[in-house]
């Protein structure tokens, strides 16, 4: 019976158990995962704001060259002699 209260496994068991009937470890707890699933957010708003960024810069480069290629296409003007 001792050498079951001793096994590695019911060691780490006993552990765990303690730890999340604290008050303090789960207060602890809640609060890392308050603070990660807000970092997630603010991260994800990032990587948002920087695909917004991507997504503008791209049209514009294409308005760009939709640009170029339009002025390329017209004939030059000839100043009338007078």
């Known amino acids: 019976m001792l050498d079951d209260l001793l096994e590695p496994e019911v060691m780490v068991a006993v552990?765990?158990?303690?730890?999340v009937m604290s008050p303090t470890v789960r207060k602890v707890l809640r609060k890392g995962v308050v603070y990660g699933l807000a970092g997630l957010m603010i991260m994800g708003d990032k990587?948002?704001?920087a695909a917004?960024?991507?997504s503008r810069g791209a049209q514009n480069l294409t308005a760009s060259?939709?640009?170029?290629?339009?002025?390329?296409?017209?004939?030059?003007?000839?100043?009338?002699a007078g």
């Open 15 to 19: 552990g765990v158990t303690a730890a």
């Open 47 to 49: 990587i948002a704001a």
């Open 52 to 54: 917004r960024g991507v």
């Open 65 to 80: 060259a939709r640009n170029t290629a339009q002025a390329t296409e017209q004939p030059a003007t000839v100043p009338a």
